[in-house]
Structure formats: C-alpha cells, structure tokens
C-alpha cells in the first residue's frame, strides 16, 4: 500500500521517532510503513488519520486503484 505518510511527517519537522510516539508504536514500524513493507492495522491507520487530521484515504492508495489510472 503507498502512502503519504513520510511527506506528512516531514511537512510538520518530525522524525520517525517523534511521529512513532505521538502514535504509541515503534520507529520501526513507522519506517516499514512508510516504505511499504507494512499495512498499519485498521485501528492504527485510524490513529494516523487522527493525527494528521485527514481521512485514511487521503493518507494511503491502493496500487491496484493506481495502476488503473
């Protein structure tokens, strides 16, 4: 799954680490997240969204919808 994780964490001067404490997981999985290797579970995906005050949708795309484009 892409997503705009890390231009969302970057647009606000926040390292991995800080965004993995305002979200109560680790900076390793904000960094597998933001590289793709991991799908945050729903509840957390729910969290980031929160945070950033945006919908999941506008955060995370899904490559088959991209690969339709």
């Known amino acids: 799954m892409n997503n705009r994780l890390k231009v969302l964490r970057a647009e606000r001067d926040w390292s991995q680490s800080d965004l993995a404490d ?3 997981v680790s900076r390793q999985s ?3 997240i933001e590289t793709g290797k991991y799908d945050p579970s729903l509840p957390l995906a729910f969290r980031i969204a ?3 005050d945006l919908s ?3 955060i995370f795309h899904s490559p088959s919808k991209e690969s339709a484009k």
Do not use: P, Q, S
């Open 22 to 24: 305002r979200l109560a």
């Open 30 to 32: 904000v960094n597998a």
């Open 50 to 52: 929160e945070l950033f």
């Open 56 to 58: 999941i949708e506008a």
